[in-house]
């Protein structure tokens, strides 16, 4: 069964990790979207046998990836940004491309991380960076530095940070008392010693100080972000003057997915709804399970429907067998804009039945694939793919199967202990 309740503090000890994930777009009117979907053009299995700290990373077609002699990709860090992969060599990091080819030697204390064309590079507890290649621009120097993002990073000067572009000269000079957010449009978080928190310009201007009523605004986009609010209820859209969006707040809200975002109103009512980037309800709270828009519809249960609508909330087409929910997470939906689950891909969904052989349906609900006779053979399928890059992921008596839709095997994952899918902008479709 799908989990009835959420509770604020499940939802709230979520946020700091995935804050750096959240992509919204703008909810005022006439903004330009930005669309948190990515292209699936490439998808990496990730096999974790459990037993060596190691990684297998397949693409779709059964190809193992191959890495620099003595390298391994290590299983706790399971990422894949632009066709990056991390890898480790005695204990030390660097990166290859998807071919296999060494962008960063592995020589570095940590995983370094790839933002906005920059890696983060720290070694002998000094942290640099280096250009998409692997060129370093700035060696390792600083004792305390962000991310690059938008041309400009935070590092410290004495007590105090400030933002260096990439020649390392501060461009805004020293004088934030904590790290600040990296800059997303033309803005960034930030807590001065002599101001309270606000938000400033990539010239350092100060845009606004009366952001005390929120805690750790998340990225903004087109002059606005979701953010964690003092007051009322936790979860509110904020622009870049610290004024509250579409003049309420919400006890749950999500990054928006194609200019939708699914809410929840109170903590009195569980029930989800979307709205639009004008803050209008395109589906009033009605739904107890709701995951996020992709190629234009989203699935949605409730008392009076199950099935999928369109982005202004008019359903699709409807599902009138059993569905098993086991794999649905509330937590994923709104912390993870690429939430997997019931999601539309290439044209097509898949649709793990309760009672019933999985499925794959088309945009309309038509049946395109029935995964009975593979079910019968290779057990339940977990996970399938029915665009150009035809997999199921399927288990059964505790060992997992990689196979096309005909039931050839693919690759073999039998001692895995976990799997995950990701595209190459480092999306997570599935894991198990």
């Not at 997303?184 to 002599?194: D, L, P």
């Not at 209820?233 to 200019?259: I, N, Q, R, T």
């Not at 005909?406 to 997570?428: E, H, V, W, Y």
Request: proline residues 4%; negative net charge; charged residues 20%.
């Amino acid at each position: 069964m799908h989990e009835n309740k959420f509770s604020r503090r499940m939802f709230l000890a979520s946020i700091p990790a995935a804050a750096t994930t959240l992509a919204l777009t703008g909810c005022g009117k006439n903004k330009t979207s930005h669309s948190t979907a990515s292209s699936l053009s490439s998808k990496i299995i990730l096999m974790d046998n459990g037993a060596f700290d190691t990684l297998r990373l397949l693409k779709s077609d059964g190809t193992q990836l191959g890495y620099p002699e003595g390298c391994d990709f290590p299983s706790l860090i399971r990422t894949c940004i632009d066709g990056k992969i991390p890898v480790r060599k005695n204990n030390k990091f660097g990166y290859i491309d998807i071919e296999g080819n060494i962008l960063l030697e592995p020589v570095y204390d940590s995983v370094p991380t790839y933002t906005d064309g920059v890696f983060t590079i720290e070694q002998d507890e000094l942290i640099g960076y280096a250009d998409a290649d692997g060129s370093i621009f700035l060696p390792p120097q600083y004792k305390y530095a962000g991310i690059f993002s938008h041309g400009l990073a935070p590092v410290t000067s004495g007590e105090y940070w400030g933002f260096i572009d990439r020649s390392g000269e501060f461009v805004i000079q020293p004088q934030f008392i904590c790290e600040p957010e990296a800059f997303s449009e033309n803005f960034a978080f930030c807590r001065s010693n002599n101001r309270d928190s606000g938000i400033i310009d990539r010239e350092g201007n100060w845009k606004a100080t009366n952001f005390s009523s929120y805690t750790n605004p998340f990225q903004f986009y087109d002059g606005y972000a979701l953010a964690l609010s003092h007051e009322s209820e936790p979860m509110c859209y904020v622009d870049s003057s610290g004024e509250l969006c579409f003049g309420k707040s919400f006890s749950h809200a999500s990054s928006f997915s194609e200019e939708r975002a699914i809410v929840i109103e109170t903590d009195d009512s569980d029930l989800m709804g979307f709205i639009d980037t004008s803050g209008n309800y395109i589906l009033t709270p009605q739904a107890d399970i709701a995951c996020p828009f992709h190629e234009g519809l989203a699935f949605i249960h409730s008392t009076a429907f199950t099935g999928f609508i369109d982005k202004n909330g008019q359903q699709v087409f409807s599902i009138k067998a059993p569905i098993d929910y086991s794999f649905y997470s509330r937590t994923e939906v709104f912390i993870q804009p690429s939430y997997g689950f019931l999601r539309v891909e290439d044209g097509c969904v898949f649709v793990p039945f309760e009672n019933d052989s999985s499925k794959l349906l088309d945009t309309k609900g038509k049946v395109v694939f029935d995964f009975a006779k593979i079910e019968k053979e290779y057990g339940t399928v977990l996970y399938a793919h029915g665009g150009k890059e035809k997999f199921a992921i399927t288990k059964k008596n505790g060992n997992y199967h990689f196979i096309d839709f005909k039931g050839k095997t693919i690759a073999d994952p039998r001692l895995c202990f976990s799997i995950s899918i990701i595209d190459s902008n480092d999306n997570c479709l599935y894991s198990v």
